[in-house]
């Protein structure tokens, strides 16, 4: 019912360019499909799937995310990489790692290297400048970092426009750090509602609870053993457990698998309690929401336009800031 009110909600939703290809092949077709359902029938012509081996599933090329939500799919930038897994299929790293370089044309060593994962991240700003509210703070600050002229170079701008586009990317940072920070106070704020005796009960309590709930997730974890599996990446579980309030940090692909992640399995991660986990499931899915009202938002002003091609990155960004 979702797809249908987007469907029906959105009156005419613009066909979307992507590429998709069968798990375990090289070639790749090109689709345009304006939502999941038809992006999922033409795969199965296209790919030649038989309906003994539907229904499908659509993942991302680059790291195995399913997409399932037609929300989420009408914030993926042009020309996003699918694979479509037949029936009980499961996508590997292998997938990527150890074949040829089709996705960009660009190896996954190459992408996740300093020197050519800016490229990677200039390439989504120019098919699509609203891709910014869906980075990480770390894609983000890779941008900040490159030099102004490379940039300009590679986005086809003049090293001025750049320079703004940078001003503003840093200023998106900035209003993260900004969130962290007012998220940090209230949490504060609430915590010494429940313990008015004093600021040092306030603090020393919730250590000593952490670390008795840290023991007891221990030895239920010794007593059940590996009976659950994390599929988490030891930097997204990095971010979970150095950052405060990690959700702020983290790309919209990394939020959807934390609050997707098995709950149980997360907290042995982390070393958290079921309901700590829980409360960072939940907020990541919050920010994950809240993230693509904005695109959404974003691709109506679009659509309403139609004399431009597509909004300056910096009134889109100044616009979000004033919500």
């Known amino acids: 019912m979702a797809g249908e009110a987007l469907e029906n909600g959105m009156r005419i939703s613009p066909r979307k360019p992507c590429l998709i290809r069968r798990n375990g092949q090289q070639q790749q077709h090109g689709v345009a499909a304006s939502c999941l359902r038809e992006l ?34 009408l914030c993926l930038p042009p020309n996003t990489k699918f694979v479509a897994l037949a029936r009980n299929e499961k996508w590997t790293s292998s997938c990527i790692d150890g074949g040829p370089a089709w996705l960009s044309g660009e190896s996954t060593d190459e992408v996740d290297s300093g020197g050519e994962k800016w490229k990677h991240l200039a390439r989504q700003l120019k098919d699509d400048f609203s891709s910014v509210i869906l980075m990480s703070e770390a894609d983000l600050q890779v941008l900040v970092d490159v030099p102004c002229s490379d940039l300009a170079q590679e986005l086809s701008q003049n090293q001025l426009k750049t320079q703004m586009l940078q001003n503003s990317l840093q200023q998106v940072l900035d209003r993260r750090e900004e969130e962290r920070q007012s998220k940090q106070l209230l949490e504060l ?28 997730v221990d030895a239920k974890s010794s007593a059940a053993g590996p009976s659950t599996k994390r599929t988490l990446s030891d930097e997204i579980l990095a971010a979970l457990k150095k950052k405060p309030a990690p959700e702020l940090s983290l790309s ?31 907020a990541c899915d919050q920010e994950l929401s809240r993230r693509l009202q904005q695109v959404q938002t974003l691709n109506s002003l679009r659509s309403v336009s139609k004399s431009k091609k597509g909004m300056p990155l910096e009134s889109c960004l100044s616009s979000k800031r004033k919500k």
């Open 40 to 73: 999922r029938s033409k795969a199965c012509d296209i790919l030649d799937i038989g309906k003994d081996l539907e229904p499908i599933t659509l993942v991302l090329a680059e790291d195995g995310t399913i997409v399932n939500d037609e929300d989420y799919f």
């Open 189 to 216: 704020y609430l915590e010494a509602l429940k313990n008015e005796d004093s600021i040092l009960s306030k603090v020393s309590e919730p250590e000593a609870a952490h670390g008795e709930e840290g023991d007891v």
């Open 252 to 282: 919209s692909q990394a939020l959807e698998r934390v609050f997707k992640e098995d709950t149980e399995a997360l907290a042995q991660a982390l070393r958290w309690d079921k309901q700590e986990t829980q409360a960072l499931q939940q």
